[in-house]
């Protein structure tokens, strides 16, 4: 039996399909589903059970014997969410639990953790996963702060031989995009939000520049195809003698401009971009520049090289966006 934490939001509900895929045929969901249509993304797959978060230590006493690996893929995402305790409770609290129950029943776990956590990136991208390196790192957003705070607690408990799980892997994804992420609301891709821009007004936004340095759609990211994202976890859950905390993105930043453009393309049509001024509520904390380093997962063996954005960005577009149903 597999655990999908999140796994009916976007990178879980990818996973899922893959473990599908390749011939899993006892997989949990572990999700809230709530009102809208986020039920949409697992509709397609064939699933053991689906059980929400306050049922899951309960589910685990139960099933302790036949759970092999546990994916932790489950969290309060929202960069603006607002309400700490709830974050606490969600991303440190369930993960430390996870934790300590995977090191307890001897079960492998693979989670999720967050490029929020660097910050503005003032102190670099590399994913030093030791107790000072991560102590360098100032995240700007409760979200990050709270990846962050595992992560710290992680760092610490390897360190001192403390209980830990037989193996494990924790994942700092980038700017993820891809089928199933339509539930996101406001946390869209800017993939997304510009194909829907552009189906509806025939132009796609983006922030003006604020900073000197970066021309006007000029601002960088590291955006990484949801579908490597997934094979980046499989390949970890599948490799036992690696461990650690590992940058997942491209390694290669591209601009703002650059994807706006590349969903132009794929949806054939010529590019028409309008610049709004960022809304000075995240003026002063917008970051500008953003690029996984990858040398640590290379030199780990993980050898697969990363899909282009224009390659990505197509594939969403016409095989997503501009189907009958866009769900995977």
């Given amino acids: 039996m597999i655990i999908v934490t999140g796994g009916a939001g976007f990178i879980g509900s990818n996973l899922v399909k893959a473990l599908e895929a390749r011939g899993d045929r006892d997989i949990v969901v572990c999700d809230i589903l709530g009102h809208d249509d986020k039920w949409k993304n697992i509709a397609k797959r064939e699933l053991t059970d689906i059980i929400p978060p306050e049922a899951l230590a309960e589910f685990l006493g139960d099933n302790s014997k036949d759970i092999e690996t546990i ?108 089928p199933n992420e339509y539930h996101k609301g406001g946390q869209i891709s800017v993939a997304l939000k510009n194909f829907r821009e552009i189906s509806e007004d025939g132009k796609a936004v983006l922030f003006r520049s604020h900073n000197p340095d970066y021309p006007d759609g000029g601002q960088e990211r590291d955006f990484v195809w949801v579908g490597d994202c997934v094979d980046v976890a499989l390949w970890l859950s599948g490799t036992p003698d690696v461990a650690g905390i590992f940058n997942v993105g491209t390694g290669s930043a591209r601009t703002f401009d650059d994807l706006a453009r590349a969903v132009f393309k794929a949806m054939g049509k010529e590019p028409v971009i309008e610049f709004v001024d960022t809304p000075e509520a995240i003026r002063d904390r917008y970051q500008y520049f953003t690029e996984a380093d990858m040398s640590r997962l290379r030199a780990a063996g993980f050898d697969q090289a990363p899909t282009g954005l224009e390659e990505g960005v197509g594939k969403y577009v016409r095989e997503s966006l501009m189907a009958p149903d866009p769900y995977i």
Wanted: charged share 20%.
């Fill in 71 to 178: 994916f932790h893929m489950g969290a309060i995402s929202a960069t603006t969410e607002r309400d700490a305790d709830l974050i606490v409770q969600s991303n440190i609290r369930l993960s430390l639990d996870l934790w300590n129950w995977c090191a307890r029943f001897e079960t492998p776990l693979i989670y999720a953790s967050s490029a929020a956590t660097y910050g503005n990136g003032d102190r670099g991208f590399g994913d030093d996963d030791s107790i000072d390196g991560l102590a360098k790192l100032r995240p700007m957003n409760a979200y990050g702060w709270s990846k962050h705070a595992f992560d710290r607690r992680v760092a610490r408990i390897v360190s001192e031989n403390g209980p830990r799980p037989p193996h494990w892997a924790g994942l700092k994804f980038f700017n993820v995009y891809g």
